[in-house]
């Protein structure tokens, strides 16, 4: 099946996890959870002590929040599709969140705030772009 049609197939890949395994999985993701906190209690005393706009904080956590949801499904979809260990699978899904984040941080310096809806309808699109780039370079292989 080519990845282009395969990256929203929602079959499960059984992982057959070991004991340690979930252990390791669970403490990670606590560890990210303490690391997100921390950071967003670090950057509301960064706006109180500078007066900064709580509005331009939105802006940025909808980016944020974008970026997780369309990188975090091509990963997930990437893992049931067995291409976690490939090298080119990895710099490819790079190259493009390298240019994501760049295009996305030039353009929202240039806007005082970003409607929500933007993100909503622009999630989508970004989405299908990721899953044909990777469609077309990963099944020349």
């Known amino acids: ?3 282009r ?3 929203s ?3 499960p890949v059984s992982q057959g ?3 340690w395994g979930r252990a390791r999985d669970f403490l990670l993701y606590v560890a990210i959870a303490i690391s997100i906190v921390i950071l967003a209690f ?3 005393f960064h706006l109180a002590k500078t007066g900064g706009s709580q509005y331009s904080t939105l802006k940025w956590l909808g980016f944020a929040g ?3 949801i369309v990188f975090g499904n091509a990963i997930r979809s990437g893992r049931r599709l067995r291409l ?3 090298r080119k699978y990895w710099v490819l899904l790079g190259l493009f969140f390298a240019v994501h984040c760049v295009l996305g941080v030039v353009l929202l310096m240039r806007v005082a705030t970003a409607p929500w809806v933007l993100y ?3 999630a989508g699109p970004e989405y299908v772009v990721l899953a044909m780039y990777l469609g077309h370079f990963l099944d020349s292989d």
Do not use: D, Q
Request: hydrophobic share 50%; net charge positive; no cysteine.
């Open 5 to 7: 049609t395969a990256l």
């Open 84 to 86: 976690w260990r490939r």
């Open 66 to 68: 974008i970026t997780a």
């Open 9 to 11: 197939h929602s079959e």
């Open 17 to 19: 996890k070991t004991r």
């Open 1 to 3: 099946m080519p990845l």
């Open 120 to 122: 909503a309808v622009l």
């Open 42 to 44: 670090a950057y509301a």
